[in-house]
Nanobody, 124 residues
Framework: QVQLVGAGGGLVQAGGSLILSCSAS????????MAWFRQAPGREREFVLA????????QYADSVKGRFTISRDNAKNMVFLHMNSLKPDDTAVYYC?????????????????WGQGTQVTVSS
């Protein structure tokens, strides 16, 4: 069974930090692009960050650039989201995703596998 399992969400005060992790299993994720999306109540699913297999190619949403970073450990089939200077607007369910292709994308419909989501709540 192919699975992506996200973890690390919780409640944090504005200005604080949080690290989310995503563990992949069930198949080889060689050459896969990994990404994080988020969805707040009443909002569409929003692209956050993406990273290539070799970690040289990254994409950032304008809303998180300078505050969030993405990294991956291919030997462990894991990807991480490092969140700093959190704002109440960052409150959402965060989903990790994987895509097998030659180029990355910011469109949720282009990703093949998805984690179950982990809740991040930022208080003011």
């Amino acid at each position: 069974q192919v699975q992506l399992v996200g973890a690390g969400g919780g409640l944090v005060q504005a200005g604080g930090s949080l690290i989310l992790s995503c563990s992949a299993s069930g198949r080889s994720f060689f050459n896969a692009f990994m990404a994080w999306f988020r969805q707040a109540p009443g909002r569409e699913r929003e692209f956050v960050l993406a990273i290539s297999w070799g970690s040289r190619g990254t994409q950032y949403a304008d809303s998180v650039k300078g505050r969030f970073t993405i990294s991956r450990d291919n030997a462990k089939n894991m990807v991480f989201l490092h969140m700093n200077s959190l704002k109440p607007d960052d409150t959402a369910v965060y989903y990790c995703a994987a895509r097998f292709a030659y180029r990355t994308t910011t469109r949720a419909g282009d990703y093949n596998y998805w984690g179950q989501g982990t809740q991040v709540t930022v208080s003011s």
